[in-house]
């Protein structure tokens, strides 16, 4: 379990690197972040795994990548390296609204379309318009919407487009064909920022991550992990199961994020409970919530719980 004691206050970051290439949603939530939009350099990386492998090496302070889509659930690679691949821990997030766009070259028709780029999950979020306006069109991958972008800059044939920012176009020097072609409104991206040490000091309106290993694959084992957050009134604001990569089928872990920090009593003894008696408990942060969101419920339970506790003492001492 990494170390939990609140970090002091950092320096001013020196290199960040952040899924890129210039022109991602990535790019754009992290320039929401004055402090973060002024580290010495900001080092775009190709893929996510990239990004989390340069703040492991220590070759950067810190890196900023998504791990949650409001349309498509977890982003998993993230979630996976996070989980399995690294000791990082989650220092912050930033939620950005999404408007995925159609981009070409100046006076491109939709018809001459033959070829559209991007990523798997924007495409999926974009399945709709694409079934319906882009029917003949081969839809191929790129590393990220950016890169898609960029690749249409450079194609000739005026048969290519991708579905990606609209500052990405402009960044490109492409036209916006559609703009907010998403299938469904309110699209936002959840974006994390992670580090090799340093929890936050507790705010009163944070987020815990947790992964949290089944000491059996046996009836009852999910309830026996939720129980311990449902006895203290801790609400749970995501719950995902991942295959722990070195079972068979069926041997799962649960990804967990927690309202509340591990500064508070009651969800530090939720965590002491489970790391009692579950398989493993892997702690992965920490950090103040993107919105102000304050926990009565669980701030109420928590002053219950430490009377409780003074009671519990003050009988030990007769």
Known sequence: MADVAPAPARPPLRRLAYFGPAGTFTEQALRTQPDLAAA??????????DVLDAVTAGEVDAGFVPIENSIEGMVNFTLDALAFDHDLLITREVVLDIEHCLVAPAGTDLTQVKVLLSIPVATAQCHRYVREHLPQAEVRVASSTAEAARLVGEDATGSVAAIAPRAAAELYGLD????????????QTRFVLVA????????????????????????????????EFAARRINLSNLTSRPTKDGGLGD??????????VADDLLADAIRALHAKQGGVKFFGSYPRADAHEHDAREHADARWRAADDWIESIRRR
Do not use: K, W
């Open 196 to 227: 090799r040490e340093g929890v936050p000091a507790r705010t009163g309106h944070d987020s815990t991550a947790l992964v949290v290993f089944q000491r059996a694959d046996e009836p009852g084992s999910l309830i026996s992990i939720l129980q």
């Open 176 to 187: 916006v064909l559609a703009a907010d072609i998403a299938d469904h409104a309110g699209n």
């Open 252 to 261: 799962y872990c649960f990804v967990i994020f927690a309202d509340g920090h």
């Open 40 to 49: 010495g350099e900001l080092v775009p990386m190709r893929t996510v795994p």
